[in-house]
């Protein structure tokens, strides 16, 4: 099947945010913070315009609360009194012209009563500060399995290791986009988004109204890859209160300066491993400690670092684990999600630390994880036994085959003792990641959809999930055409507005696909959606509608409060090798081979799966590589695509995909999730290349050539 918005795409047809015609439109731009953390003590508006032509709105203005509502109500949707990172929201202007909005606030001057800012997110806490709640941690989760101490205090061998990862840019190719308006007492925001329902909700809060009388309409989106799942809730808002005080269709979009300087990046970590293994090589205890700097207020960072925490063992068998996790407030901008949602910054260390482990005892990498990897029957930190009957260490073997791992080493070991300035190497790493929401979250969410009957013998899907590249529009079309027998030209995919159709749960957490297509391919819908279309024939009068709702895997349980049991109702399972080439000449890194073998159950469309491993991959290598945010003062300062280096085609080396598929039962037709699993694992097999090549130990990303030349001169 093709896609289905492929051909509106690629000519130029697709209407964006920015697309959108609006009469008697007005612009809105936003006022910042200049300072990471203070008092406000003023806001002056400059004689350069006349400020009788514009509107200004600030937190007075505001009709409910003041709070951007997501896991907490922390953050104010314009700051007031105080403001706890730079480019913070204060106020917003209102104009026709556009230049004249830019204009303008370049004429707003801020003055903040600076307090000192707190950026240093890897300070050990004192047991005194843990037990007061004054080590500004925004969330703490403890896993405990079996008695660590007894088993570091027996192995035969104990071995420590540090790792870090940089924040990261989303670089969506579509900016953040929303447009708002009043419509028979009815507010309308359109715009570039993942989850409709997570700005509805934030609305009807801070804007002090119904559900009934706030719709949210997803326009086509440029990508999101998880920056646009919490954050537009707060340009809507913004558009929402210039579009009520004007009293006139309102679009915010923001440049990609503003773009890159004031939204959520991936959440910066600092990881601690203390290993323990017995004489034959296997794990015998982990303890792990994980840091994320959560930044200035909590958005996702709760479930960031749930996600990153239960993985943070990786896909190994060890009855003996501690991970004690903590994402720390500093006065950053806020970091939220990203693909992966902190499974990548945990996988990077622990597929780093195999390696360091496998070196320090002697054994082939391979072979350490070989010995290592979850077989049927055994459990995972949380104490999940796994029983879906994939053969790890099979995809491990596969993905060796495939790359021809040892006799590339080989070759490496001969051109690296000869060659003046060139060195290669091959690593890999070993992953696994969980698809849908942790826990009992997709029982809370009880994610609904409909498939109507159109009159004219179509069949209309009506979900709130999202297409943002990644092909839900094509995949939940084959499923209806698969599931009643239909052309793809008689289905229909509703746009995703929270006025027309039920709450399936945000787009985020590999959950489309393999929960949210389980309704649409649920037998009890798929019949009863027949039999309306053959009811309709007889009596016209009744409603074409069917019904499905989320109903659990039998046998899951999770319990929140000691975070042990079924961590997810599945995980994908991955090994990925990655070949590297560094010139010493210039300290680059290229990676010039790339293998990637993944179980996600049964792929319903393998250009679309193909397509998400090879994306997911090459975002991976720009984590890994080149994409480093330089702060300073809490303010992002390489912000713009002149010098935030992301990979382009000349980077990008063969991305060979191969999947091996084991049907999940309770997926569509045997799906699993897929999107987020291919960021898991790309870094860490880089980095143990780059270790390999160079024969030294990296044990932070991005290996920038200044940070390989520093490597190379410091041992790390």
């Known amino acids: 099947m093709d896609r289905i918005e492929g051909l509106a795409k690629l000519t130029g047809a697709e209407r964006y945010v920015d697309d959108l015609p609006l009469d008697g439109m007005l612009w809105g731009m936003t006022v910042r913070s200049p300072a990471p953390r203070g008092r406000v003590t003023g806001v002056h508006f400059g004689s350069g315009v006349d400020w009788s032509e514009f509107v200004v709105v600030d937190h007075h203005d505001i009709p409910g609360d003041n709070t951007v509502l997501l896991i907490e109500t922390d953050q104010p949707l314009l700051a007031g009194e105080y403001v706890r990172h730079a480019e913070e929201p204060i106020a917003l202007v209102a104009h026709r012209s556009r230049e004249m909005v830019r204009r303008a606030i370049r004429e707003i001057e801020v003055t903040i009563d600076p307090d000192p800012p707190i950026f240093d997110f890897t300070a050990e806490p004192t047991q005194d500060q843990i037990q007061h709640g004054s080590d500004n941690a925004l969330k703490r989760i403890d896993i405990t399995k079996g008695d660590v101490d007894a088993a570091l205090v027996r192995a035969a061998r104990v071995v420590e290791g ?5 924040s990261q840019e989303h670089v969506y190719l579509e900016n953040q986009g929303m447009i708002a308006w009043e419509e028979d007492g009815v507010l309308v925001i359109k715009g570039s988004l993942q989850c409709p329902f997570y700005v509805l909700k934030a609305a009807v809060r801070a804007l002090g109204r119904d559900s009934d009388h706030v719709r949210i309409v997803q326009t086509p989106t440029g990508g999101g890859f998880g920056g646009k799942e919490e954050y537009p809730s707060m340009i809507a808002l913004h558009a929402a209160l210039l579009a009520l005080k004007a009293e006139q269709p309102v679009r915010i979009i923001y440049d990609r300066g503003e773009d890159m300087r004031a939204t959520t990046k991936r959440h910066p970590s600092l990881v601690r491993h203390r290993t323990g293994v017995d004489g034959d090589g296997r794990l015998v205890a982990q303890d792990i400690d994980v840091a994320l700097d959560g930044g200035a207020y909590v958005t996702l960072s709760p479930v960031v670092l749930s996600r990153g925490v239960i993985h943070a063992a990786g896909p190994y068998a060890c009855d003996n684990v501690r991970i004690r996790g903590r994402a720390m407030l500093t006065n950053s901008p806020p970091h939220g999600a990203f693909r992966g949602f902190g499974a990548p910054q945990t996988h990077f260390a622990n597929e780093r630390h195999m390696d360091v482990i496998a070196a320090t005892i002697g054994i082939d990498p391979d072979e350490f994880r070989r010995r290592n990897l979850i077989v049927d029957g055994q459990t995972t930190a949380t104490g999940q036994r796994i029983t879906d009957g994939t053969d790890r260490v099979a995809l491990l073997d596969h993905a060796l085959e495939l790359s021809s791992y040892h006799e590339r080493q080989d070759k490496h070991r001969s051109l690296n003792a000869s060659h003046p300035y060139l060195r290669r190497g091959i690593g890999l790493a070993a992953f696994h990641h969980g698809a849908g929401f942790t826990g009992s979250g997709e029982v809370m969410l009880a994610s609904e959809l409909h498939l109507a009957g159109l009159p004219d013998g179509r069949i209309e899907v009506l979900s709130a999930n999202i297409e943002m590249g990644q092909g839900t529009l094509t995949v939940f079309t084959k499923l209806v055409c698969d599931r009643l027998g239909l052309r793809p030209e008689h289905v229909v995919i509703a746009d995703a507005d929270t006025g027309r159709v039920p709450d399936s749960g945000p787009t985020v957490a590999s959950r489309t696909t393999m929960v949210v297509g389980r309704l649409v391919d649920d037998s009890d819908t798929g019949d009863r959606v027949t039999q309306a279309i053959i009811d309709w024939h007889v009596e016209r009068d009744e409603p074409l509608v069917g019904h499905a709702k989320y109903e659990p895997p039998p046998g899951i349980e999770w319990d929140e409060t000691t975070y042990t049991g079924d961590a997810y109702a599945t995980y994908g399972w991955a090994t990925y090798v990655a070949e590297v080439e560094v010139d010493l000449r210039t300290y680059t890194a290229r990676v010039t081979d790339f293998v990637a ?12 799966a193909r397509g998400q491993i090879q994306g997911g991959v090459v975002q991976a290598i720009g984590w890994a590589l080149t994409e480093e945010c330089a702060w300073s003062n809490g303010v992002m300062q390489n912000n713009q695509l002149t010098n935030y280096i992301i990979p382009t085609s000349d980077d990008v080396p063969p991305i060979r995909v191969s999947f091996v598929e084991n ?32 024969d030294a130990d990296p044990r932070a990303i991005p290996l920038t050539p200044e940070h390989l030349m520093d490597l190379l001169s410091n041992g790390r």
Do not use: S
């Not at 540090?162 to 940089?166: N, V």
């Not at 073998?597 to 393998?606: I, N």
């Not at 569509?668 to 870094?683: F, S």
């Open 162 to 166: 540090e790792y870090r990862t940089g």
């Open 597 to 608: 073998v993944q179980d996600v159950g049964t792929v319903l469309h393998e250009t679309l």
């Open 663 to 694: 049907p999940f039962a309770h997926g569509p037709h045997g799906a699993k999730g897929l999107g987020e699993l291919p960021m898991d694992g790309p870094a860490p097999a880089i980095a143990n290349a780059v270790a390999r090549a160079i």
